[in-house]
């Protein structure tokens, strides 16, 4: 088994090298703008980062530091089959084959791409998720435990009172500092809809003169990762790497959101109850409210965050 994952791990890499053509889907979230065409994919194995663009760099380019377009594989959070990403769902031209598409998302970007046939596809998506693995040290793998495609399962019922718990919590609001990805860092609020099953982001941002307030969403059930640490590229261009213990980011293809908590116990709760929550909502396909399955008169044993629960708010 292992001289057959090394084998396509060597096939995907020896491709990537030379680059391969395919259908790349655009959509902005912001502005809704979308845009399909034919873009070369390529890997730059001296950054270990897959790129996709019109053309690749030139060697004076390459000289003067250009970065094309891409995601590095460390960022990869899911290699998601089908066409279920935002880039393939919100764009204005739908793809010739679902059967044929997949996308690479992580914090960077999310890249949705048409290959000519499911064959193709399951070549490059059994392939793509090889090289992703592989890439991490056993130290980067232990720290990525929040997954959520890996670990969809049903919920005991002390986890469900978990879930109902953050659920009422976020619908109240939970304050947080957002690092957009210009850099910027300000004061938001993250709450919860359950009428969209969204998670909404509202961040002020302060004028001269005036005020406003920016909202941004994910829907639960697209969240492929919730990443403990400063490890994305807006908290390296807000400077905040330092603060890897306080951070988090959740990733999905529409957006990214990269919190910042008061300390790291907030920070590992918050990110340990937000799993649930969304294993919850993937697994009973609804939104509404959670209810308890905990019997009145046979209590659940408490568990070992329970008391760190009650001082959070958790």
Not at 5 to 28: A, D, H, K, P, W
Not at 72 to 82: F, T
Not at 170 to 193: D, F, I, M
Request: charged share 25%.
């Amino acid at each position: 088994m292992a001289e057959e994952t090394n084998l396509r791990i060597r096939e995907i890499f020896s491709i990537l090298t030379q680059g391969v053509e395919m259908i790349q889907y655009e959509t902005n979230p912001d502005t809704h703008q979308s845009s399909v065409g034919s873009k070369i994919v390529w890997m730059d194995s001296d950054i270990y980062r897959i790129c996709v663009d019109n053309t690749r760099p030139s060697m004076s380019e390459r000289a003067q530091g250009k970065i094309p377009p891409g995601i590095y594989l460390r960022d990869i959070a899911e290699v998601r089959e089908g066409a279920e990403s935002f880039q393939f769902t919100e764009n204005k031209t739908p793809p010739r084959n679902v059967n044929n598409c997949l996308s690479l998302v992580g914090s960077e970007r999310t890249i949705s791409l048409e290959l000519p046939s499911k064959f193709t596809r399951d070549w490059f998506l059994t392939r793509f998720r090889l090289l992703a693995e592989d890439i991490l040290v056993e130290q980067e793998r232990a720290s990525r435990q929040y997954r959520i495609w890996e670990k969809v399962r049903q919920l005991n019922s002390s986890e469900t009172e978990a879930v109902a718990k953050l659920q009422g919590l976020l619908e109240r609001g939970v304050q947080v500092l957002n690092h957009e990805p210009t850099g910027k860092v300000v004061e938001a609020v993250l709450s919860y809809s359950s009428v969209s099953n969204d998670l909404e982001l509202y961040s002020r941002q302060d004028g001269i003169f005036s005020s406003k307030e920016t909202k941004a969403s994910i829907n639960v059930s697209d969240i492929s990762e919730i990443r403990p640490g400063s490890h994305s590229l807006a908290f390296v261009r807000s400077g905040s790497t330092a603060n890897d213990k306080e951070t988090m980011s959740v990733i999905s293809s529409e957006n990214v959101f990269n919190l910042q908590f008061i300390n790291e116990e907030a920070r590992d709760l918050f990110a340990d109850r937000l799993f649930l929550f969304v294993l919850f909502f993937l697994v009973n396909k609804a939104g509404g409210a959670v209810t308890s399955h905990v019997e009145e008169d046979e209590p659940e044993p408490e568990d070992e965050h329970a008391s760190a629960d009650r001082d959070n708010g958790l």
